[in-house]
């Protein structure tokens, strides 16, 4: 299976991601997590931001993924997924594919000001910025949706909806 979590940066798909994994771990040996931001790393930093790297980044990932799950392991990937037809595409070739979204309005994200990113691309110091100066377009059909709007001291309500509506790994 594939538990495709996407969301805005600051939305929390790298927190709820690694806490899925250690509880999925336990049952799953092979299982593994991937994070957008560590693929960019791990690739060598070789792009940057704009809508033709973000879709080439997204592009590499799904590979990546496709070639975990066609040898029978697992995968939570943690990943802004902009594209829908990076989506469609996990959904037609992926064994097994789990998508959840991780909602969080851009003023939510703006006040918690992780990374002083939004704030930044607001001001004009950056630029291709998801949600400011690239449009995000939310998934169309979830399989599963978390409201991420509230301040939070743990995730573990969240997780716990979240491994009960998981479907049985193949």
Same mark, same amino acid.
């Given at each position: 299976?594939v538990i495709w979590i996407i969301?805005l940066?600051g939305?929390?798909?790298?927190v709820?991601g690694?806490?899925l994994?250690?509880?999925l771990?336990r049952?799953?040996?092979?299982?593994v997590?991937?994070?957008?931001?560590v693929i960019?790393?791990?690739m060598?930093?070789?792009?940057?931001?704009?809508?033709?790297e973000?879709k080439?980044?997204a592009?590499?990932?799904?590979? #990546?993924?496709?070639? #975990?799950?066609q040898?029978d392991?697992?995968?939570?990937c943690?990943?802004?997924?902009l594209?829908r037809?990076?989506?469609?595409?996990?959904? =037609?070739n992926?064994k097994?594919?789990?998508?959840?979204?991780?909602?969080?309005?851009?003023?939510? #994200?703006i006040?918690?000001n =992780?990374k002083?990113?939004?704030?930044r691309?607001?001001n004009?110091e950056i630029?291709?910025?998801?949600?400011?100066?690239?449009?995000?377009?939310a998934?169309?059909m979830p399989?599963y949706?978390i409201d991420?709007?509230?301040?939070r001291?743990?995730?573990d309500d969240?997780?716990?909806?979240?491994?009960n509506?998981?479907?049985k790994?193949?």
């Amino acid at each position: 299976m594939v538990i495709w979590i996407i969301g805005l940066a600051g939305a929390g798909k790298t927190v709820i991601g690694k806490e899925l994994y250690i509880n999925l771990k336990r049952r799953y040996k092979n299982l593994v997590l991937i994070d957008g931001d560590v693929i960019r790393k791990v690739m060598g930093e070789d792009l940057g931001h704009t809508v033709g790297e973000r879709k080439k980044n997204a592009d590499r990932i799904s590979r #990546l993924c496709n070639m #975990l799950d066609q040898q029978d392991i697992h995968v939570i990937c943690c990943v802004l997924s902009l594209f829908r037809e990076t989506q469609d595409w996990n959904r =037609q070739n992926y064994k097994q594919y789990y998508e959840i979204y991780i909602n969080v309005s851009l003023d939510t #994200l703006i006040k918690r000001n =992780q990374k002083n990113l939004y704030v930044r691309a607001l001001n004009g110091e950056i630029k291709d910025v998801v949600g400011v100066d690239i449009p995000f377009i939310a998934p169309k059909m979830p399989d599963y949706v978390i409201d991420n709007n509230k301040d939070r001291l743990d995730f573990d309500d969240i997780i716990k909806d979240v491994l009960n509506s998981l479907p049985k790994f193949k």
